[in-house]
């Protein structure tokens, strides 16, 4: 299921709460608790800048693949286009 949202940033915590629908708060959470991984690998900081062609696992939320990142709205955020999947 391919979806697009907008982020501030392409810091893990910003893109987890994203494509969850959750608050920062509870997507640094679900990072510091280990149930985010980055291609496979397990990552526990929140500052880790994501790139398009990565894969995101979250435990209990899904897997994710980042299309692009590289447009912006007027108003200088980032439209994040990834898919979703089943």
């Known amino acids: 299921v391919s979806c697009t949202d ?4 392409m ?4 893109v987890v709460s994203a ?4 608050s920062r708060n509870t997507a640094t ?3 510091e608790n280990s149930k985010v ?3 496979s690998l397990i990552c526990e900081k929140i500052t880790k800048t994501l790139n398009d062609g990565d894969v995101l696992t979250i435990r209990g939320k899904g897997k994710f693949y980042l299309i ?10 980032i439209i994040l286009c990834y898919n ?3």
Not at 68 to 77: A, F, I, L, V, Y
Request: net charge positive; aromatic share 4%; proline share 0%.
């Open 19 to 22: 494509v969850c629908g959750v």
């Open 68 to 77: 692009s990142s590289s447009e912006h709205t007027k108003k200088g955020r």
């Open 37 to 39: 991984s980055v291609n």
């Open 29 to 31: 959470e679900l990072v």
């Open 11 to 14: 810091r893990l915590d910003c």
């Open 84 to 86: 979703k999947y089943k």
């Open 6 to 9: 907008t982020v501030s940033s």
